[in-house]
């Protein structure tokens, strides 16, 4: 299904039932009103969709905002990366959780403006994540607002008694992390600096289309591997703070090994802030109990994989940094300092 | 469950980690982290909610925005009709299938300045609507915004086979709906124009909390009575027109037996209007064979069932009046008009 298919939505006529004529047009745009592989039995178009759970499999849920002004720019983000993006991050809790997805509603209310060319990219970005996640169109509603507003509610399921949870890490537990860190904040960064946006810039293409991991989430929950698992969404400090206190754990990071950002023109400790507090990675960070180490490779396909601390019965979140500071990499003595959470929040501020 | 708790949220303070203050304190106003009765496993607080659907069902999935300024007003509304009315809106589709509800997300966006009281007669709307309609708290997101933006996702289950779908009606088939219609517009009407509300207006009760018709929905699709089924959202006129769409047939409703609103300083003119075009009645609309008119009662419980027209082969759907005028009503002599979907839909204006 690597093919484009370009889908054009004309702008939508105001004359008769608008609201039918939007979700007429976003039906035509091929979205299956029956999928055997992900146990849809009745799509878009009635009150409510239709789907069967699979014997021997839990159900997962969960919901996700994209909300224009908050968490993208329309001057800013291509309407097929909103499309992509506001499926991916919520596929990425389903990830989460060691589970697959399977289908998924968008409750979508647009401005007039918005009916036309926006909603066509729109449509193609979600079309495109759709068939890349294996996650189908279930239904949804639509209404009309002076901005765009998106929530996506993804259905999902994993084995029975085989989710990984945030809860479950114990201390002495190894911490990993998927990936490199902050580079999605940095593509964010160039996205807001530039004029011409290049698509061929991994770290732009990390922030307008994240990859949500499914295959290390359920290799980690079928195997076993892990002991408590989540994605970053908000970045490592707030995130690892988060794992922690459902676990009543604390945790020890260390610095030196944080996979950072590879970029010739940022500063160490740049990279490092960005690793740390960088929003939108949509990375897994999970614990393991230290015998697993051995089972758990430095690569899972392309796939990263960092041991980047540990799991302390002290409830504080800290972090480790060489005492001649970070270029004093062969410095043996740390000293520790607490790692807040300084990640994104919409509620908090500058 | 019938006592009154009154849920305190103090505002949410932002020092530290605003967002999760306020999901903290979402989750210690008592949802249940897990809740055997409707397959809950895992509720708020991990990246996903867990949830066990049961054997011999197939699982019903909807969502519905909520919007200040689309679908209420904050100077109108009062709160806990706002928590009501979002998740029974939502929940009436599930009405609208025969299912029963099991669980549901809701994606909040807030003002700071709804963090305080304001949640607090949301929060406490929505959990008496969570007991009425036994449908829990499973999961959400929560986000700034400027005004309160609502999205809700039900999930519900029926047995297999037995849902009610708005195909499905044919030529000859009665058509039924259930209440009055009308009622909710005309107590937004009356709430519009009022400076004190009084609870005890049925009609403005109808217009702010809402009853989805779960055991009517579910009653019909137990037994095999009805050929198809919606719920009445946005006013018969629309809502009938896309029933006949979906079924690929037309209509002829007779103006003299629509149940209209009771009230003395409505003319019949004005309350035939708001029994075909207004919305939010949240009542059903079903159709059955000829030979179960029998066994379709007056009333279900104190809910009145109304025979009000017949299905078509004809595609349009139409308004059978008579000749002389609605209070001709003892005239058999009809004439035949044209109904158009008049009633609400947020793309249109005035």
Request: aromatic content about 6%.
């Amino acid at each position: 299904m690597g093919k484009k298919r370009r889908v054009v939505l004309p702008a939508v006529s105001l004359k008769d039932q608008p609201e039918e004529e939007l979700v007429r047009r976003l039906a035509a745009a091929g979205w299956p009103r029956r999928n055997r592989a992900v146990g849809l039995r009745l799509g878009l178009g009635d009150d409510a969709a239709l789907w069967a759970a699979r014997p021997g499999y839990e159900t997962l849920l969960t919901c996700d905002w994209f909300l224009e002004g908050t968490h993208f720019l329309k001057a800013k983000h291509p309407p097929d990366s909103v499309g992509w993006k506001c499926l991916a991050r919520a596929v990425s809790d389903v990830a989460a959780m060691g589970g697959e997805p399977r289908c998924f509603l968008v409750g979508l209310a647009l401005p007039m403006s918005a009916t036309g060319d926006w909603l066509d990219g729109f449509v193609a970005g979600l079309r495109r994540a759709q068939t890349r996640l294996g996650c189908v169109l279930a239904g949804g509603d639509t209404t009309e607002s002076e901005r765009v507003l998106i929530n996506v509610a993804v259905i999902g399921e994993a084995q029975r008694g085989q989710t990984l949870q945030r809860h479950g890490a114990k201390p002495g537990d190894l911490i990993y992390v998927s990936g490199r860190l902050g580079e999605a904040e940095l593509g964010w960064r160039r996205l807001r600096n530039r004029k011409e946006i290049s698509g061929r810039d991994p770290l732009l293409h990390k922030h307008l289309y994240p990859e949500p991991r499914l295959k290390l989430g359920a290799w980690l929950a079928n195997r076993g591997l892990a002991s408590a698992m989540m994605d970053l969404s908000d970045g490592l400090s707030t995130d690892l703070t988060r794992l922690c206190a459902a676990s009543r754990v604390g945790a020890r990071v260390d610095s030196r090994r944080l996979p950072v950002v590879n970029d010739a023109q940022l500063s160490r400790e740049d990279g490092m802030h960005l690793a740390l507090h960088g929003g939108d990675d949509y990375e897994l960070l999970f614990t393991a109990a230290p015998p697993n180490r051995k089972r758990i490779p430095a690569r899972l396909g392309r796939l990263q994989l960092t041991e980047i601390g540990v799991v302390t019965r002290d409830r504080r979140v800290l972090l480790a940094r060489p005492l001649g500071g970070e270029l004093g990499r062969d410095s043996k003595r740390t000293r520790e300092e607490p790692l807040m959470a300084r990640g994104w929040d919409p509620f908090r501020r500058g």
